[in-house]
């Protein structure tokens, strides 16, 4: 399937309008605020010396080039001159800055004494893909070839290095990126040569000696950045979560192209079956350890202490994207709607201003600032309980203003003369001879009007969490897609939409017993400042009886149920066993907004009586 | 009250009479093939040099003195020439390599070039605390008192250093050991000076300037070891567990010295109730985190990740011990019920030779090992799923033989002329001109019969499980226990014991909706061995309908019971909750049994249906 890109989209109400407006004239406003404060926009002028503040820290050209591509996106359909102004002013450091070979990284050109390329977890790859990728956005923004020249440039530097001399001290990157980034500048270019720079980097993996034995933090595995095996040979997510799901893109985007590699094709299907179907949380979250935000054992769903990165649920947004590509499956949409609504928009405020790196399924404040007795102890570590206006590793915050100014992205794709319809977003498509419209306001109700012109039929789907729809047209099932060959005219979709208990396989041991509340795509949660108790003595009447209740401070329903709240003594440490409950009525908000009034216990996952 | 030594009593069967025969027979022995292959015994020579296997550790003197202690309360009731000429031959090299200044520390001698007393963690003090008790046992045990006397050539050493001098690099011990062993050097020898230092060290901390400033590892607080605060000062547990419950039992000492010293009785009691009522296991496990060991917040008692130290809950055992001397009150003894028959007996296992250093409530052992790509990553720690024959830090299983070796200690008090019944362990107790007996089969039932003579009135505990008992006797309840006036003849106490849920404070979260199933003092697990299902898919019928069965493995009651098994597809990671699950007949173990035949999950919190 071809993916249709968002350029051709304008997203016209609903749900989304008006979290991607907040995207637009809030966090991309703040995200800016914060890299100006903390230096990284100053950072490209390559000025830095010891003991001046704001020290570049290796990462920070990837910071900055995701906002410059979230920016540029913005700006396709939102004209500002001062943003672009500012942005072509970021593009002069670099094009003054960057050395005479191509190279550039502000970290290692300023702060660094080292060599370029000779320490693999340095990111240098990593942040050369980024600034590709703003590259290509930009110059599909503006027409303005500049930038784009300068990481053509830069790429050629890095083929000479990596391909054609092998004279860096490792053969592939230790923060995977590059390789997603060079696919992006293949279609962009049409030049082959970065397709086959990308496709080395790809199928070097796992068979270097230098990059199993090169200078590496100690605490690193190979599995760590998945240097172990093969691309074709990797059938369990390993590592940390980012990397691997960055690696998994580049791996469809090239099993994409090269449609002959079955093997290749097969280790990308395992993957996503092995993220989807026993490392992922309910919320799409990925990466369920802080320990190297990495993947762990099949089950490991711990919800208090989920990392969940929200960069990572991005990354399997993205993989799921590009599996789309390979087969029509509704499986893959279902997976980005699982994070769109819940794992990656719980990473922002409401107000959007401020962020959460990890997206726990559980907070319990008064077991957190434990009356720890060891200094800088990380081995009870607990995620932050308030989303945070700036953090030091700041990948997340450019990570959501790109990803939600290219949701569009998401919408559509054309396959044999029809138009699939993967996520129901209110929206008009221009597409040269061809058009289309999505009227709806889900996911506040099921309820969709399509309107689509030259295509051969609609494919419509069917999400995972929906047992009970009508179409008014003839349609028939084809891998979670309601396909209709008769397109004439107006297409309705409801979708029954009920809350509806959701359970997990008893092998995530710590919810057993327990169910989550979800109303089509969005999870829900229990906070304790609308419960008046602590969200652990609450347990929700397995005889449902929920009401539902659109809420303007969440744009979303909330949903109220019959429950219990146990009755023992809070004082009591241990005492015979009464079960005493007495009634409540719950109420449920969506997982995306916890955390957005007073600091709260919260619960995703809650017990059923 | 005044604990009556266990030198005057012989424990004639039931229960304990079969574990400690094991702890004698197998356990001891055990410990010495383990100390003497690893070199510890060896050490004591001091001929180590670089280069040579075996390296001592800065511990290892502790561990043999613990060992010596344990053989001693072993010979005082068992002769063993063979063992006894073995101890003897250790005490030749301590006195042999003992410094002419009187100081002895084996790796210090040896492996160590620094100067003693320069690093406050390096536990010179704690190694010199536990060869007095050592010694102390020694000439408690065969009258010959040349190790005393080494010891008491040490102490002076001590007390010059660090109470005449104040040459040392800081004022009191980073492990805490040597205050509670001074005043046994001070009760057997009746010399005041041994009172006195054991006093200038507690009163020495948390005013110290040197102890916050001194050379300590980066990790460690002076919370960690109980350094901030002053004794009368410290009113919450905090820190390393087996060190903090070392400084309360000197603490409780102390105050049974200074019976004026209200501040510190005050401490004491407070500190023991916020252990108590806050921070211990239903099993009297302590120190829930891996992270120091330590202490954390209020009711932060995780069941998976629980450390639960065995060395912790001897420590809390006899801080409780020395609590009843301050006062006639039920909750101690009742407290080290607890420890006995749960998380000290788990420590180690049936068959007396392999030993937990932790004591988790809940494993899971498909989610263990984890995929960890993280090299040395203790961050997702978890406790081991086997008990080890051999650990390098060795501290608990010694710590185990000298407890079990001692536990007459336990059983009685005197005051007032009347004789205290603490524990129910069949013995007969020869106190001179009085003299007792106790006859009963407890655990395996509650009934009890006890004679004594020479006492003007007889005090039973009746424990905190008990809600429903009867006496032959007229009796009035006081403190929790039953004070019988009339001695005469023989008292029959009769406890009904029958299997009881029990429940936690809802402030540990983790329990919620869950309860312990407990018969008498002894805490109940369940093994999926047993039970043919991952527990976590178990729950307990709240219609309780349990049966008690003898069985002989584990020389104990197990019980089966009513459940349920959720029979949810294991193999969906989510779908819409149905609550199905059938009927099944569960059965549970003794949690102290826990874990000595296949590797299996675990749980002591159910689910409750």
């Not at 107000?351 to 399924?361: A, E, H, K, Q, V």
Request: proline share 3%; charged share 25%; with cysteine.
């Amino acid at each position: 399937m071809n993916n249709i890109n968002f350029s051709n989209i304008t997203i016209t109400g609903g749900f989304w309008k008006n979290r991607l407006d907040i995207n637009r004239d809030v966090t991309t406003v703040a995200v800016k605020n914060r890299f100006e404060e903390t230096g990284r926009f100053k950072a490209l002028k390559c000025e830095w010396k010891e003991e001046m503040p704001n020290r570049p820290h290796f990462f920070w050209d990837s910071d900055v080039a995701k906002w410059i591509e979230g920016a540029a996106y913005i700006l396709r359909q939102h004209k500002d001159p001062e943003l672009e102004t500012f942005i072509e002013s970021l593009i002069d450091d670099i094009e003054k800055n960057q050395h005479k070979s191509g190279y550039f990284n502000s970290f290692f050109l300023t702060a660094r004494d080292e060599k370029p390329f000779t320490k693999r977890d340095f990111h240098e790859l990593y942040c050369a893909g980024h600034l590709i990728e703003a590259a290509v956005a930009w110059y599909e923004t503006t027409g303005r070839d500049r930038f784009l020249k300068l990481m053509k440039k830069y790429s050629e530097h890095i083929a000479k290095i990596f391909m054609d001399e092998e004279s860096a001290d490792f053969d592939t990157p230790g923060h995977e990126e590059i390789e997603l980034a060079l696919f992006r500048l293949y279609r962009c270019t049409g030049e082959e040569r970065w397709l086959n720079l990308a496709e080395f980097f790809l199928n070097r993996r796992g068979s270097s000696e230098k990059d199993l034995h090169c200078d590496q933090p100690e605490w690193m595995t190979h599995s760590y950045n998945q240097s172990l095996y093969g691309i074709r040979s990797q059938d369990t997510a390993r590592g940390h979560a980012v990397r691997a799901c960055y690696l998994y893109c580049a791996m469809a985007d090239l099993a994409a192209e090269r449609k002959h590699d079955k093997a290749l094709r097969s280790a990308c299907e395992k993957l996503f079956y092995d993220i989807t179907h026993r490392k992922m949380y309910i919320t799409g979250g990925i990466g369920s350890s802080h320990a190297g935000e990495a993947f762990t054992r099949p089950y490991d769903l711990p919800n208090d202490t989920a990392y969940a990165e929200t960069c990572a649920s991005i990354a399997l947004a993205m993989f799921a994207l590009r599996m789309q590509q390979l087969s029509c499956d509704g499986v893959y949409a279902d997976t980005v709607e699982r994070t769109i609504f819940n794992g990656i928009l719980s990473g922002v405020s409401l107000g959007g201003d401020s962020f959460f790196y990890c997206n726990p399924l559980e907070l319990t404040p008064h077991l957190k600032d434990k009356d720890n007795s060891v200094r800088g102890n990380s081995r009870n570590w607990q995620p932050a309980t308030k989303r945070a206006k700036v953090f030091g590793c700041s990948c997340c915050p450019p990570n959501l203003t790109r990803f939600f100014a290219s949701l569009g992205n998401y919408i559509y794709s054309e396959n044999d003369g029809g138009l699939y319809i993967n996520q129901y977003i209110p929206n008009k498509l221009d597409n040269g001879k061809k058009a289309a419209e999505i009227s709806t306001e889900y996911p506040k109700n099921g309820f969709v009007k399509i309107k689509a012109d030259g295509y051969s039929f609609i494919a419509l789907r069917i999400p995972g969490w929906c047992s009970s729809f009508s179409i008014n047209k003839k349609y028939t099932m084809k891998n979670g897609y309601a396909i209709i060959e008769n397109t004439a005219g107006e297409i309705t979709l409801d979708m029954q939409m009920r809350p509806t208990l959701i359970q997990a396989s008893n092998l995530v041991t710590e919810n057993c017993g327990r169910a989550v509340m979800q109303l089509g795509p969005v999870v829900y949660c229990l906070e304790e400042l609308d419960n008046a108790a602590p969200v652990r003595a609450l347990s929700v009447n397995s005889e449902l009886s929920a009401k539902i209740e659109y809420d303007e401070t969440f744009s979303a329903n909330v949903i109220y149920a019959d429950g219990f709240k146990l009755c023992g003594d809070d004082n009591k440490l241990y005492s015979e066993y009464t079960g005493k409950k007495e009634p409540v009525r719950l109420k449920f908000i969506p997982f995306f907004a916890f955390a957005n009034r007073k600091e709260s216990s919260m619960a995703v996952w809650n017990r059923v009586n």
